[in-house]
């Protein structure tokens, strides 16, 4: 009788310990739908002693989704003038660096970065914008790099850039060639700029002695010729016969200047 009780209590013994946990025994934690969690972390070894586990149900840390949202191609820039950034950061995680970076030839020219702690951003209002200076970059290409880091991990955004010279413009598609004595002739075309136009004038020439001149001052980026009191009162009609130069000089507020040139014949 002794023998059989020593038997059974030898065997609920092992059972006992086959059930019971060990000391540094591990498991990954079940969800209510018997799924596994691997990243379930509740040591340094990222496993979960089974001395710990409570019922209940258990989820892991999500990978941060982060998008760019309306962020702008930007394409040719005048050079000297300020430029805004725009568009917006949203993220199902805090966003804990966020940085901008001006790259020319493999070089970064300039950076800026600072620490939202925030899921959100709103890229014109942040200090990335106030602090890289698109108006002190000389005529080139460039390339404009976003990163944003959130829970680890870190996502990019580039936008490539010009920076032109080439702020005023004066396109004339109609101007005389030769033309008869007493015939009207209509001016066409455009003169444009980033900046305000602060003066377009128009003269003709004859030789070095000035025949007739009309400016205007339109304050505006664009300006008709056909429609400008250029073409209304410089008069092609009342020329005498000969040789001539219609020539036409813009300026803008940013001090910037072109003159268009044009030779021709009164016959």
Request: hydrophobic share 35%; with cysteine.
């Given at each position: ?31 209510a739908d018997a799924s596994y969690l691997g990243s379930v972390e509740y040591s340094t070894e990222g496993k979960v002693d089974l001395s710990e586990i409570k019922s ?125 004595q007493g015939s009207a002739f209509n001016i066409e075309g455009t003169v444009s700029s980033y900046y305000n136009i602060t003066s377009v004038t128009g003269r003709i ?63």
């Amino acid at each position: 009788m002794k023998r059989i009780f020593n038997v059974a209590a030898s065997l609920f013994l092992s059972l006992a310990m086959l059930l019971a946990p060990t000391a540094g025994s591990y498991a990954s934690a079940r969800t209510a739908d018997a799924s596994y969690l691997g990243s379930v972390e509740y040591s340094t070894e990222g496993k979960v002693d089974l001395s710990e586990i409570k019922s209940g149900e258990y989820a892991t840390a999500a990978t941060p989704v982060l998008t760019f949202n309306y962020v702008p191609d930007m394409g040719t820039l005048p050079y000297g003038r300020v430029y805004n950034l725009s568009g917006g950061i949203t993220c199902t995680q805090i966003i804990t660096t966020f940085k901008g970076e001006i790259i020319r030839n493999g070089s970064v020219v300039q950076e800026h970065s600072y620490y939202p702690g925030t899921s959100s951003i709103n890229i014109k209002t942040s200090p990335v914008n106030y602090n890289l200076s698109f108006g002190k970059l000389a005529p080139g290409s460039y390339t404009l790099k976003y990163t944003a880091v959130s829970g680890g991990k870190t996502f990019t955004c580039t936008k490539f850039f010009k920076i032109s010279t080439e702020t005023l413009k004066v396109d004339v598609t109609k101007a005389p060639s030769s033309i008869n004595q007493g015939s009207a002739f209509n001016i066409e075309g455009t003169v444009s700029s980033y900046y305000n136009i602060t003066s377009v004038t128009g003269r003709i020439w004859k030789g070095d002695t000035l025949k007739q001149m009309q400016p205007i001052y339109p304050d505006t980026t664009y300006v008709s010729l056909k429609s400008s009191d250029i073409n209304r009162y410089l008069r092609f009609g009342i020329l005498a016969k000969g040789k001539y130069t219609l020539e036409i000089t813009a300026h803008d507020e940013h001090g910037n200047c072109i003159t268009y040139e044009k030779d021709f014949t009164v016959k």
